[in-house]
Nanobody, 123 residues
């Protein structure tokens, strides 16, 4: 049974840091693309970061480049999103996702989704 279990998130002040984790079961993250998405109220789901299978090429959307880092630990079957220098506009529900159609920031490339957790950045 495929499952993505997310942890981390919470509330932080502007400039603070948080680390999200997403542990997969039922498949190996090393051979799948993994993505991080977020959705703020009344906005569309936005791709934040992704990591490709095998060599693990990473990509982040422009608004978080230099602040967010995506990585994975194949032994733990876990992908991480390190979020630094957080801003109020980063406030959203954050989701991890897995797919086998290639690394992308588009949600339609992903089949499996975590339950999501809230990240709130206060000014």
């Amino acid at each position: 049974q495929v499952q993505l279990l997310e942890a981390g998130g919470g509330s932080v002040q502007t400039g603070g840091s948080l680390r999200r984790s997403c542990t997969a079961s039922g498949f190996a993250i090393s051979i799948n693309s993994m993505g991080w998405f977020r959705q703020a109220p009344w906005k569309e789901r936005e791709g934040v970061a992704c990591i490709s299978p095998a060599v693990g090429i990473t990509f982040c959307t422009s608004s978080v480049k230099g602040r967010f880092t995506v990585s994975r630990d194949n032994a733990k079957n876990t992908v991480y999103l390190q979020m630094n220098s957080l801003k109020p506009e980063d406030t959203a529900m954050y989701y991890c996702a897995a797919g086998n159609r290639g690394a992308s920031l588009l949600p339609q490339f992903y089949t499996y989704w975590g339950q999501g957790t809230q990240v709130t950045v206060s000014s």
